[in-house]
């Protein structure tokens, strides 16, 4: 199992169709954005990469997502050039300043890669 650490913002790399295929597979609660800011604030780029994901969810068959799920998949659905979007964000424009362009080329990827991370004990590891 591969084995990956974020040490910093800026994304992980992810496929949605692979992440909605996994989600679907796991049932249970409606789909909801996750949020990686603390105190559940949600950035523009978590909103776009959950929408990512929430909308290739959709396109698998019927769920019942939260009002929040809908709103975000929306957003990602209307945005047409959302690497530019990533880049111009707070965070993408900190990646940038700080030296890390390649965080926000691959956090802007869409569908490269079959691996699905899940966040166990502070790092990133490939789904079962």
Do not use: K, N, Y
């Given at each position: 199992m591969r084995r990956r650490r974020s040490t910093r913002?800026?994304?992980t790399p992810c496929?949605?169709?692979a992440g909605a295929r996994r989600r679907r597979s796991t049932r249970g609660r409606s789909p909801r954005p996750p949020?990686?800011?603390?105190?559940?604030?949600r950035a523009l780029e978590d909103l776009l990469g959950s929408g990512?994901?929430?909308?290739?969810?959709?396109?698998?068959?019927?769920?019942?997502?939260?009002?929040?799920?809908?709103a975000a998949a929306t957003l990602w659905e209307a945005t047409e050039a959302p690497a530019s979007v990533l880049r111009r964000c707070d965070s993408g424009r900190e990646l940038y300043e700080y030296g890390y362009p390649q965080d926000v080329a691959v956090a802007a990827e869409v569908d490269t890669s079959e691996t699905v991370p899940v966040l166990t004990d502070g790092a990133f590891l490939e789904a079962p």
């Open positions: 913002t800026g994304g496929s949605p169709s949020c990686a800011r603390p105190r559940r604030h990512a994901v929430l909308s290739a969810l959709s396109a698998l068959g019927p769920h019942e997502p939260t009002p929040e799920a809908r």
